[in-house]
């Protein structure tokens, strides 16, 4: 028995000498597929070691966000009027901000299976337990047996309390027996203690593991939180300074051989439906943005409705598509992005309309990839013609809207000036707000959308 006691001591000694090993080197640039694995109980100490490595390779990641982080929050604060700049750190931040995204999700999922794996370890470690203690009882009691048959409890009884050489060689078979018949057993329990050990020492991890990603689940909350401000302060700015910029690329000339495919062609004969009112283009969302201005300074020329990307958008009319083209990703969208047509637009529509008798244009910007009409096409009113985006010069998902009232304008005469520059303002600019028909602007003259669409 002393024996087998001085085995077991061994073996704790062993288990205890394995967890402390260096961790190896392993390839994790798979982090879901590591966060799956390391968040369950390890059934080997090459699976410990592998998840510690893994814990010290998100700690390093952890670090070298939160380094950029703060390089780019040091560039915030030295941030003036330089549009250039702002657009470099807008599409900076997006990029920060989506890695810190993604860290939380895998977390979040990690803390999920974490707790349901703890729970189950929970289990298998009772289970466990009783086996052992089942094993346990039966290995003693057979030896207790064999013990009672031999007469001995001490080796040293073998050979100084022996009475005669025959019953020496009695008590030796014996004990001979006892290891023939329970070696196996006696194994199996050392295997079973083994497992145990690293089961604990398994439950004991992921209790560290799930606190420490709350912990951290918390701090990274913050961050995505704080960074978000700074960006609104920064896509501020950055449209008080715009206008001007905006403006002047939207006035050059445009290179019609370059988007003539998008552009209605002058044999249109369809005549375009009369309706009594517009219905709201985008079918969800709020106001992010109205017209003559931005919220917080900075000339704007139209609505901005913000939706998630996919919203559906409609015809607020019947009427005619003058152009239409996808250029650019669903959520391709940053500052400074000047993609698209107008330039900055993403992908974008124009069409025509006639409503209570006066010919309208309406644009729709920064529109997803999936658009579902093409230039000369007809349109009923509420047709779904598109889908809300985040494209071209754009902060963020949302569709932008601007209406043109034509006057008394023939849609004939329509298509062939916007076939003549593709001009999506129709003459009244982008330089301010002279061109609007409430400060009395002749045909054509800019719509507030909110006008119409309330």
């Not at 996808?326 to 992908?347: F, I, K």
Request: negative net charge; aromatic residues 8%.
């Amino acid at each position: 028995m002393r024996k087998y006691k001085l085995g077991a001591g061994l073996l704790s000694f062993a288990l205890a000498s394995s967890l402390i090993m260096p961790v190896s080197a392993e390839d994790y640039s798979d982090t879901e597929a590591w966060y799956a694995k390391c968040s369950q109980p390890q059934t080997s100490q090459s699976g410990v070691k592998a998840c510690q490595g893994f814990q010290e390779y998100q700690k390093n990641r952890k670090q070298n966000l939160q380094k950029n982080i703060e390089s780019y929050n040091a560039n915030i604060a030295s941030l003036q009027d330089d549009t250039s700049k702002m657009e470099k750190l807008a599409k900076e931040q997006k990029e920060l901000v989506s890695s810190l995204q993604a860290q939380i999700s895998e977390k979040e999922e990690s803390i999920k299976m974490i707790e349901a794996n703890i729970k189950e370890l929970e289990e298998k470690i009772q289970a466990k337990q009783a086996e052992i203690d089942a094993w346990n009882e039966q290995i003693e009691t057979r030896m207790k047996n064999e013990q009672t048959s031999i007469g001995t409890n001490m080796v040293i009884d073998l050979i100084m309390g022996s009475d005669s050489l025959s019953d020496m060689l009695r008590r030796i078979s014996g004990v001979e027996r006892i290891t023939e018949d329970d070696q196996s057993q006696i194994k199996k329990l050392n295997e079973l203690k083994q497992q145990l050990v690293l089961q604990q020492n398994e439950q004991k991890r992921l209790d560290e593991e799930a606190k420490t990603q709350k912990a951290e689940l918390e701090s990274q909350k913050k961050q995505a939180s704080e960074l978000e401000e700074s960006y609104n302060k920064l896509v501020e700015e950055y449209q008080k300074q715009i206008a001007q910029l905006e403006a002047q690329k939207r006035s050059a000339q445009v290179d019609m051989d370059s988007i003539k495919d998008f552009v209605i062609s002058t044999d249109y004969s369809g005549t375009i439906e009369s309706v009594s009112g517009f219905v709201f283009p985008v079918q969800g969302g709020r106001k992010s943005a109205g017209t003559w201005a931005y919220p917080g300074g900075g000339m704007h020329l139209g609505l901005d409705w913000a939706a998630p990307i996919g919203t559906t958008v409609v015809a607020p009319a019947s009427g005619v598509i003058l152009y239409a083209a996808a250029p650019a990703g669903s959520n391709s969208g940053y500052l400074g992005n000047w993609v698209g047509h107008p330039l900055g637009g993403g992908n974008t529509i124009e069409m025509l309309c006639n409503v209570n008798g006066t010919l309208y244009a309406v644009s729709f910007a920064h529109l997803s990839q999936t658009i579902y009409v093409s230039a000369g096409q007809s349109v009923s009113q509420g047709q779904t013609i598109a889908l809300s985006g985040n494209s071209g010069n754009s902060s963020g998902p949302h569709t932008h809207v601007e209406v043109y009232n034509l006057g008394s304008m023939s849609v004939n005469d329509a298509i062939a000036r916007f076939r003549s520059g593709a001009d999506f303002a129709w003459g009244t600019g982008w330089y301010g707000t002279s061109t609007s028909c409430e400060a009395g602007k002749a045909t054509p003259c800019r719509e507030r959308p909110e006008k119409f669409f309330s």
